[in-house]
């Protein structure tokens, strides 16, 4: 960095194992219960459920096996910068190609005969 | 804001008359409703381009030759920011490019609008040809429409993305395979217009050329039945050889010898030509129909199994004209 | 100048500039990661807004019980992973060569149970779009595939343009008879009468629009090749990133045996875990969207 | 003080010394070498084709060659020189120097994506070998999965991995950027190259994943037919040009915001005068970096994108014309009560302005929904495409100019390189502005012939090129010139006051022996011209 690196604070964090534990733990819970959900008929809810334990998943490994909890912000930026490209990426290509769906000629796929 | 268009474009009094398109020295003359509108705005973005280029150059060289120094010259110094002048400078662009966007976008959404009592014609795009199919089913290698009157084009390919371009119309539409897209224009003015493809399609993409034209008041529909009823109007072989040239066979099979994607037509009738797995054939009726319908059945020794079935697209009566003038080609003939 | 440590590259002041630069890199490589899988995850979303009948098809031909343990395979790793991160800190070497291992082979057993999953589809055809046998899906155990036959005879009847005789599921689909090159024109030609003005683009019949049918209606929709083309790509795409993260692993636990270790230098440790868990975290979310779809 | 002889370039002898440095200026030395070799073969297959545009018919060449000249020359030019130009020759070299730094923060990765760099380069120029491609640099599917030669899929490998080279290096300069600025360097004190280079390191780690991914799939496409993008198997091809333009328009700021960064340089060091509005033109860097994600549709009008994308594309792509016209009229404001020498950078710089405020200005015609249905895929695109991007090329032999006493502790001939530059303007006035009018008038690009109308325009087009030839050619000749007879060049020729002239020309191998007092970089009151060394001192 631009100041005088400060040599005291460079030691990282360890995560203490109960929580490396924990996590692990939760980890595995939400895994079952992301197949359990799957056996109730909700809908369209069905998949928001999927999606909102999947980035529960997503974010305890991120923040305690991958230390983001304790580590520089910056790195954190910079990964949520990545999901909101994507993001980015994906709606506006789905904006698109749901718009001009109804001109796709359905099941159109010749060579799949030859 | 039609009439006040129309003015400014077919004057061209804003930009001087240049001899080489016989027309201005920026847009060929426009033809169809949507090319008047669209022409006002290349006027309007082309006017305020030219305000800010000039603004640009000439403060440059303004400044260049002011505050020209020798070499060595020490620094000078001077405001660095000034907060007013970096306003302006970003809020007026700012309006103007919405402008410019809403005018673009208002003219846009005119034309994608398709009206209601439009005319249907379907296009197709095959390597290297467009194929223009009428409501009764006849199919012409050029856009024949008539004068005044909304023509709706439903575009599709059969091979690679082409893309229908009529400049004098202002208009330009993909035609993409496995989807239908849509376009539509009005004729201003009776005449025969170039239409270009102009998404690349390979090697023959700068040859895929065809004609709009475009029938003054009455004459279309007559023009239609005259050209659908070719059939009876022409002798079997004539017919064949329209056939030849609407369906595109002319695109993979010459008249003069040469081979090109397929065998020549010259001097095949009658003859022996051997298969690709050594079999020896006659051309005759049976054989030109299996071509025809089953291309992939035999295929010519020294040729790639590239043809595409006419099932379905060719009546039996089209393959009689067809044996017929393959007949007229026969040697000795 | 000073240098405390002589490891440290000439062009850092300090072993903290250089960890910090280190994992600042490190993410930025994963932020490019994502990327790289953001688009095959936009491919998905695109296929499964469009066509969502597909997706719903397609995913029985999964098992879902295989998927959810290679998920809680790989959360062990994970787990081991960040465990090893741990005893690398603390300088505890012969756990860190434990645990190091341990995630290897949850690796590895990932990897196998993923083979035994291409297995089974290679078996049945149900491959990528150019592979992909529309038979195969009558044979498959489930139940879908027993009314495929039914369907694709009730479909060819009523398609089968010109009354040629066709045969066989492909033949379902009046667009496709014939070449490639015939298709479109057949489009147009096979439903002569325009539209009215106004209505549906030429050439899209009314009826059946592939969004409208209903999950419990386990007739083959049009195009699920296309399923298995995402679900091979994206489980391939990311195998291959397991791959690389097993050689990443076995480069440290190599490292770690010869004592290269220690509390004062773990960067290549912390350095693989971080790349190890995004692996970990795109599984996570491949799972519920492939295997899980309801 | 180093003894003035042992410089980075005699720090160390021998060919493998530099194959294997892990100097960042060796390293930006071997990417200028090659990316030059590529701009000159790039350049032939152009003038190839404006030869063959000479007649109507076929000129010199059949349709086939001509359509396999075309592609390379666009996929060599974008990717291997306007792309990697600026930041990864220059950059490289500059760029630790700017901040006080003695290397980029990983030498390693460095060299890795350099030789990243001369493998994909090898690979695109080798699929001639195999037969070439036909595709046009945009790759459109079905064709490039269907029908397209062999070649592809070298090109297509190639263009992957000089993707990753690219991908490290951004990586490599945002590291830097962030770590390694010199004790007392805020991130308003780093010279604007810096700025330039950071947004583009910003858009090269989030848009070039995205063609790698595309890239990736259309090779999947092409060996095992996934059904993706290819409409014969169930895909959709304008999927894939979503795709392509996500990276491809990124990618065209990609190539100029490291362009308008070396320009921010010129035009004050070279006016002698502190930037106007320095915060401006830093931010408006980061603008066009994040604004140019959301156009990207902006290229697929016609291509069957719907209306609403249409719609929203098309507005935003006039939100990135606002922050292009911020750094335009700061560089105005700069140079107005300046004390500008008309160095041979400064030609380029001037010639860079002029040149670009067509091609941008241009682009409002494109991205102006109604002009653009009748403009798109005709030379008017190929017209305002090459007015930015050439402009890019000007302000990369610019930077060339300016960093060259540095590089090589040689001063070249003013007078040939001003010359030069003039030849080049003129001839790519010539050049494009015809393709303007023909495109206008519906001349669709990527044809190898054309309508007889089109021939006169086609031929002073032609003749155009050949005299921007010539220019380049000579520009060329100063530099060489410049290394066998040139002067020796002073530490600080222009009386810059960033710390790239603080060191000697050339700079030693560590660049400083003592990292100098962080301050303004555009503040360049304190050096004064002494005619004896050619160069300026620092007033005591
Ligand atoms: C360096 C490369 C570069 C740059 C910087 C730009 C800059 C811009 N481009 Fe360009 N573009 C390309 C390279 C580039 N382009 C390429 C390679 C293609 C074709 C690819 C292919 O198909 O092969 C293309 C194609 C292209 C298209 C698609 C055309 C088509 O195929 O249909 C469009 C459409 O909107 C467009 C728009 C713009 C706009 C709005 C800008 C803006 O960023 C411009 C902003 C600048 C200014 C506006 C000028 C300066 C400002 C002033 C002087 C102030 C006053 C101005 C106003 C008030 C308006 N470009
Ligand atoms: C940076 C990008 C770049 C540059 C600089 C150029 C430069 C030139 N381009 Fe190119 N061009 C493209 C990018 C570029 N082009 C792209 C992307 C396409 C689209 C391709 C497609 O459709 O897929 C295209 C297409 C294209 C076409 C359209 C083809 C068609 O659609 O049918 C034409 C036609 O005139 C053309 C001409 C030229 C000419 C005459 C030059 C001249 O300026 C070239 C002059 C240069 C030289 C003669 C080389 C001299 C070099 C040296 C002497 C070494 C230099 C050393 C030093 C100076 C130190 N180009
Ligand atoms: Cu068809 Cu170009
Ligand atoms: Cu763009």
Redesign the interface.
């Known amino acids: 960095m631009n100041e005088k690196a400060s040599h005291s604070a460079a030691r990282p964090h360890v995560v203490p194992l109960r929580v490396l534990l924990a996590v692990w733990g939760a980890l595995m819970v939400f895994t079952a219960l992301t197949v359990a959900a799957t056996e109730v008929d909700l809908g369209a809810f069905n998949l928001f459920i999927a999606l909102g334990i999947a980035t529960a998943k997503a974010s305890l490994v991120l923040l305690y096996f991958m230390h983001l909890r304790y580590d520089k912000p910056f790195n954190a930026v910079v990964f949520i910068c990545a999901l909101l490209f994507v993001a980015i990426f994906i709606s506006l290509v789905l904006v698109d190609t749901t718009q001009y769906q109804p001109e796709l000629i359905p099941g159109y796929a010749p060579e799949l005969l030859k | 804001m039609i009439a006040h268009a129309a003015d400014l474009a077919t004057s061209g009094s804003l930009i001087p008359e240049r001899p080489l398109f016989g027309s201005s020295l920026w847009l060929p003359p426009p033809a169809s409703t949507a090319a008047i509108e669209v022409d006002w705005v290349f006027q309007f973005i082309f006017w305020i381009d030219a305000f800010f280029f000039v603004l640009v150059t000439a403060l440059m060289i303004l400044f260049l030759w002011r505050y020209a120094r020798p070499r060595g010259a020490r620094a000078v110094g001077g405001p660095t920011h000034s907060t007013p002048l970096e306003i302006t400078w970003t809020v007026v662009p700012l309006f103007i490019v919405m402008a410019i966007f809403y005018e673009g976008f208002r003219t846009y959404m005119e034309s994608a609008v398709t009206p209601g009592n439009g005319y249907d014609v379907q296009v197709t795009g095959q390597q290297w040809k467009w194929m223009f199919t009428y409501p009764n089913g006849y199919v012409d290698e050029n856009l024949h429409v008539p004068v005044g009157r909304p023509i709706r084009l439903t575009l599709t390919s059969s091979d690679v993305i082409h893309s229908l371009y009529i400049p004098a119309f202002r208009l330009k539409k993909d035609a993409v395979p496995g989807r239908f897209n849509k376009e539509w224009f009005q004729a201003t003015q009776p005449g025969e217009y170039q239409i270009f493809c102009a998404e690349y399609c390979g090697t023959g993409h700068s040859d895929m050329l065809a004609k709009a034209i475009v029938h003054p008041p009455g004459e279309f529909e007559n023009w239609l039945e005259n050209a659908a009823s070719y059939a009876s109007r022409l002798s079997p072989a004539e017919a064949g050889e329209k056939i030849y040239h609407i369906r595109g066979c002319a695109q993979c099979h010459s008249l003069d010898g040469t081979a090109g994607t397929g065998p020549s037509f010259k001097g095949l009738w009658g003859s022996t030509v051997t298969m690709s797995d050594g079999l020896k054939v006659v051309v005759d009726e049976n054989y030109v129909r299996e071509s025809i319908l089953q291309p992939q059945a035999k295929v010519v020794a020294g040729f790639q199994p590239v043809m595409p079935t006419f099932q379905s697209r060719l009546k039996d009566q089209d393959i009689l004209d067809v044996i017929e003038f393959l007949k007229t080609l026969a040697p000795g003939r | 100048m000073s240098r405390e440590d002589p490891r440290v590259p000439h062009h850092f002041e300090s072993a903290e500039q250089q960890t910090e630069s280190a994992r600042l890199g490190m993410w930025v490589f994963l932020a490019t990661e994502i990327l790289l899988f953001g688009g095959l995850f936009c491919a998905y979303s695109v296929y499964r807004a469009n066509h969502p009948d597909v997706f719903y098809y397609g995913t029985q031909f999964l098992d879902k019980h295989l998927g959810a343990l290679n998920t809680m395979v790989l959360i062990c790793s994970s787990f081991t992973m960040a465990w090893a991160v741990r005893c690398a800190q603390l300088g505890e070497r012969r756990a860190l060569m434990v645990l190091l291992s341990m995630t290897l082979l949850c690796a590895a057993l990932f990897l196998g149970v993923k083979a035994i999953e291409y297995r089974q589809k290679w078996k049945h055809g149900l491959l990528w779009a150019r592979k992909f046998r529309a038979e195969a899906l009558e044979r498959s155990p489930t139940k879908a595939g027993a009314t495929w036959a039914e369907t694709a005879s009730a479909k060819t009847t009523m398609a089968a343009p010109d009354g040629q005789p066709t045969s066989g599921p492909a033949a379902s689909n009046p667009l496709t008879t014939g070449t490639k090159a015939l298709a479109a024109t057949a489009a147009f030609e096979d439903r002569t009468s325009i539209p009215p003005a106004g209505t549906a683009p030429a050439g899209v019949v009314s009826g059946k629009k592939s969004s409208a049918a209903k999950p419990s209606e386990r007739t083959p929709p049009e195009n699920v090749q296309v399923f298995f083309s995402i679900y091979f790509l994206l489980t391939g795409l990311h195998g291959l990133h397991v791959i690389a993260g097993m050689l990443a692993i076995g480069w440290i636990l190599r490292r770690a045996r010869r004592g290269e270790f220690s509390s004062g230098n773990f960067l290549a440790v912390d350095l693989v875990g971080l790349y190890w868990h995004l692996v970990d975290i795109i599984w996570i979310y491949l799972f519920p969207l492939l295997y899980l779809i309801h | 003080m180093a003894h003035p002889s042992d410089n980075y370039l005699t720090h160390t002898r021998g060919i493998k010394s530099w194959l294997l440095t892990l100097d960042h200026k060796r390293i930006g030395i071997m990417y200028l070498v090659t990316i030059l070799g590529a701009f000159l073969l790039a350049g032939i297959f152009a003038l190839l084709i404006r030869t063959e545009l000479l007649t109507p018919g076929q000129t010199i060449v059949t ?2 060659t001509y ?1 396999r000249l075309f592609t390379l020359h666009g996929a060599i030019m974008i990717f291997l020189f306007v792309i990697p130009g600026i930041p990864s020759a220059l950059g490289n070299f500059v760029l ?1 120097l700017q901040l006080g ?7 390693r ?1 460095n060299l890795f994506s350099y030789y990243l760099f001369v493998f994909g380069a090898a690979l695109m120029v080798l699929s001639i070998i195999v037969g070439g491609v ?3 640099w945009t790759f ?1 599917t ?2 490039s999965t ?2 397209a030669r062999a070649g592809v899929i070298p090109v297509l490998t190639g263009v992957f991995l000089l993707g990753f080279s690219s ?1 490290f290096t951004g ?2 300069f ?2 830097s950027i ?9 991130w308003f004190r780093m010279p604007l190259f810096l700025w330039g280079l950071y947004a583009t390191a910003i858009m090269q ?6 063609l ?3 890239l ?2 259309l090779i ?1 496409e092409r060996v ?5 993008f ?10 894939f040009q ?2 392509f333009w ?1 990276y491809s328009h990124p990618a065209v700021y990609i190539m100029v915001l490291p362009a308008m960064g070396v320009i921010s340089e010129l035009v004050s060091v070279h ?10 033109i830093a931010w408006s860097s980061v603008a066009i970096a994040v604004f140019s ?2 156009v990207w ?1 902006h290229h697929m009008f ?11 594309f ?2 935003l792509t ?2 990135v ?2 922050p292009t ?2 750094k ?2 700061n560089w ?2 700069t ?9 041979t950078p400064m030609c380029y710089a ?1 010639a860079f ?2 040149l670009f ?2 091609g941008g ?2 682009g ?2 494109l ?8 403009v ?3 030379y008017f695109v190929v017209a305002h495409f090459h007015f930015t991007m050439v402009p890019v090329g000007v302000a990369f032999i610019g930077g060339l100019y300016h960093w060259w006493p540095k590089i090589t502790g040689r001063m070249y001939s003013e007078k040939w390189g001003r010359i030069g530059c003039a030849v080049f303007v003129a001839g790519f006035y010539v050049t494009f502005v015809t393709q303007f ?1 023909m495109g ?3 001349m ?8 007889p ?1 089109f021939t ?2 086609h031929q002073m087009s032609s003749a155009g090129a050949l005299a921007m030839a010539t220019g380049l050619f000579i520009a060329a000749g100063t530099f060489i010139h410049s290394l066998v007879k040139g002067l020796p060049a002073a530490a600080n020729p222009w ?1 810059g006051a960033s710390f790239e002239w603080q060191c000697p020309s050339p700079p030693p191998h ?1 660049n400083f022996t003592e990292t100098p007092p962080a301050g303004d970089p ?1 503040d ?2 304190d ?3 002494h ?1 004896e060394i050619r160069g300026y001192v620092r007033k005591t």
């Open positions: 349709a086939d359509n630790p730094a003695k290397d980029v923060a990983f030498p990765l036909d595709t046009g459109y079905p064709y269907d029908k991908i990586l490599n945002i590291v962030h770590k390694l600025r010199a004790p007392g360097m805020g780690i989030l848009a070039t994943p995205v790698g991914i595309t990736l799939l999947v095992l037919g996934v059904g993706i290819d409409p014969g198997l169930g895909g959709d091809p304008v999927l979503h795709f996500f006016s002698h005068k502190h930037i106007f509005s320095y915060k401006m994600f959301f549709g016609v291509s069957g994108q719907s209306a609403m994308a249409n719609m929203i098309s507005a006039f939100s014309a606002i016209a911020v335009v009229f105005l404001a140079m107005f009560r300046g004390a500008i020498t008309l160095t001037v302005l002029s405020a067509i200005l241009t409002m015609f991205g102006s929904l109604a002009t653009n249905v009748h798109t895929d005709t009018i206008t008038h519906g669709p690009r990527r044809s190898y012939h054309y309508l109308e006169a325009l009386g560590d555009y360049m009151s050096w004064e011209y005619p």
